[in-house]
C-alpha cells in the first residue's frame, strides 16, 4: 500500500484530467521537454521520453519542419490488479522544430537510450566556413582596339 503525503495530489490529478494535462490524443499531443544545442559540425536535438517504447515513435522531416511524435501506452496488467497510484502520463507527445536552411536534413541520425531520443543534425557543407584562394594572371592583358 503507497502512503500519500500531499493533500492536493487527488485535487491536482482531477484538475488534469478535466482540463487535458499531460496526457494527450492524436488530435491534441502534449509536449515532450527538449534540449538543442551545437556539439562541433552538428545540432544535436534531444528529447525526453521515459518509457517510450522506441517502436511507438514516429520521427519526420518535411522540408525544414522536424516532426517528432511518440505515444506511451499504458503497461498490461495482469488479472485482479488494482490500480493504487497513477501519475505517469500516458497518451501521445508531439514536439516540432523548424531547422535552418544551413543544416543537411538529409544525414540526420537518431538515437534512443535510458529514455533520451537524441538527434544529430550535421552542418550542411555549403554553410561551413571555407577558404576561398584567389587567382590571377602572371601577365597582363591588352585590348587593342
Do not use: C
Not at 482531477?14 to 490524443?25: R, Y
Amino acid at each position: 500500500m503507497l502512503m500519500r503525503t500531499d493533500p492536493f495530489r487527488d485535487f491536482d490529478r482531477l484538475t488534469q484530467q478535466l482540463l487535458g494535462g499531460p496526457s494527450g490524443t492524436w488530435s491534441r499531443p502534449s509536449a515532450m521537454p527538449m534540449d538543442a544545442y551545437r556539439e562541433g559540425d552538428s545540432y544535436v536535438i534531444a528529447l525526453d521520453l521515459p518509457g517510450v517504447d522506441p517502436e511507438a515513435i514516429d520521427i519526420d522531416v518535411e522540408r525544414n519542419m522536424l516532426t517528432v511524435r511518440a505515444e506511451r501506452r499504458p503497461a498490461p496488467k495482469a488479472d485482479g490488479v488494482q490500480m493504487e497510484l497513477s501519475e505517469r502520463p500516458l497518451g501521445v507527445f508531439s514536439r516540432q522544430v523548424m531547422l535552418a536552411d544551413t543544416l543537411d536534413t538529409e544525414h540526420i541520425t537518431a538515437d534512443y537510450d535510458a529514455g533520451v531520443l537524441t538527434l544529430r543534425v550535421p552542418i550542411a557543407e555549403r554553410a561551413k566556413p571555407r577558404k576561398i584562394s584567389i587567382t590571377g594572371a602572371s601577365e597582363r592583358k591588352e585590348i587593342s582596339g
